[in-house]
């Protein structure tokens, strides 16, 4: 069992690495798309927001998939998917296509974080599942810092850069497909009941309802202020604080590598003062400094505020623990899987919007009206049940949630 817990980490954050990878690679490559293709920034912010909408689809067809057939399977299947359609860009024609082709990445995309956070709640014991799901998750600043390199590289040259990314997806997939066992948790749970169908409306009934609703909500409005200031701060870099394209990259590897630590730190800090709390704590740091982060002009300022707001927006590694442990074993992917999917999926309009709003008050004026939207996040994790030191692990007949929440309710280590 340790040994495979050290495979199932391993593993999860490099297939996560390269889902940040491919997400983060488009948002380097917009200004090239937009000369290469003439589209304007409405249509480039568009793209981000197909991606989105796909990831938000994830949130069913993902969980569904990795809560029947298993995490193995949903992750391979995940994987190839983004892989494939990343990989068609080299080829894609028009603006139309291009749409077409990062919804269905996004599909693939969005399913990776609900089996790596299933995967991970499953094989690692609550006293050390916070560092180790946020370890798995942090692989998303390393995929940013990645994509860095790698745009440099091949930029402006997307096209090519694409196919590469996407064509390297193979080597996750080998490695998961060689080491990984299934989760062990699903498979004694499939053993016993065999016949049982997870769906959606699984976590929608009985008193699991107000968790996922409020979990959906919260994941909702912290990735729209998420999404909305990373999509576009190589552009404000470049557009309003006048940084040439070369610096840039370093820029944004340095944001990235704050993130990388901010996430582990918070990581261990939640282990010890509890999951909830933690994410709390880093809504409210990201809400206070992207604001700061907006209206500096002093480019050497910029370069070390960059890792700080970084560090704060180590929520995103802590939801994979958290909202798992919110969730059964039968239906964890599911009901995770949505509450996190589904919020970026409703995040998607952050990127157009933001496009919107920088018409008339500035990229650096849209960015403060991001930091709202984390600060309302925060409100409603004060509203959401805090998860204690033994995850709810039964295996629940279908109708039978209330008792799940219940139990998380009263074993709080908070």
């Not at 690692?124 to 990645?146: M, T, Y």
Request: net charge neutral; charged share 10%; with cysteine.
């Amino acid at each position: 069992m340790r040994r495979t817990r050290w495979i199932v980490l391993g593993g999860c954050f490099l297939a996560y690495l390269f889902d940040a990878l491919e997400i983060v690679l488009l948002s380097l490559a917009l200004p090239e798309i937009r000369e290469d293709m003439g589209l304007s920034v409405t249509q480039a912010g568009l793209l981000a927001t197909a991606t989105l909408v796909g990831i938000g689809v994830s949130s069913v067809a993902g969980g569904y998939m990795a809560d029947n057939f298993g995490r193995k399977k949903a992750l391979l299947a995940s994987l190839l998917t983004f892989g494939v359609f990343t990989a068609s860009l080299v080829v894609v024609p028009n603006f139309t296509v291009f749409l077409i082709l990062r919804f269905f990445a996004g599909i693939g995309l969005g399913a990776v974080w609900s089996v790596v956070s299933a995967y991970v709640v499953e094989t690692w014991p609550s006293r050390s599942r916070g560092r180790a799901a946020a370890f798995v998750i942090s692989a998303f600043p390393a995929g940013g810092a990645l994509a860095a390199v790698i745009s440099a590289e091949f930029l402006p040259d997307w096209r090519l850069m694409f196919l590469v990314a996407g064509a390297a997806v193979v080597v996750p997939v080998g490695i998961v497909l060689a080491l990984f066992p299934e989760s062990a948790s699903w498979a004694a749970h499939k053993a016993d009941h065999a016949a049982d169908s997870v769906s959606v409306r699984d976590v929608l009934i009985g008193s699991l309802r107000r968790t996922t609703l409020l979990g959906t909500l919260m994941a909702a409005l912290a990735l729209t202020g998420y999404w909305g200031a990373t999509t576009w701060l190589p552009t404000y870099l470049t557009t309003e604080r006048g940084l040439p394209a070369s610096s840039v990259g370093l820029f944004m590897t340095i944001l990235n590598l704050g993130m990388f630590l901010g996430y582990n730190g918070f990581g261990l800090l939640a282990d010890h003062i509890g999951r909830r709390r933690t994410i709390i704590l880093t809504l409210c740091g990201v809400a206070l400094t992207m604001p700061i982060y907006a209206i500096t002009t002093d480019q050497t300022s910029l370069l070390w505020l960059g890792p700080l707001f970084g560090a704060f927006t180590a929520f995103f590694g802590l939801f994979g623990s958290y909202l798992g442990e919110l969730f059964p074993t039968r239906a964890r992917a599911t009901g995770a899987g949505f509450c996190f999917n589904v919020g970026r999926g409703v995040s998607a309009f952050a990127p157009f919007g933001l496009a919107g709003l920088a018409g008339a008050i500035g990229f650096s004026g849209g960015l403060v009206v991001g930091a709202g939207f984390f600060a309302l996040a925060a409100v409603v994790a004060l509203m959401l049940p805090r998860t204690g030191t033994h995850v709810v692990d039964r295996a629940l007949a279908p109708h039978d949630y209330g008792d799940a929440e219940s139990n998380v309710r009263h074993a709080t280590s908070e």
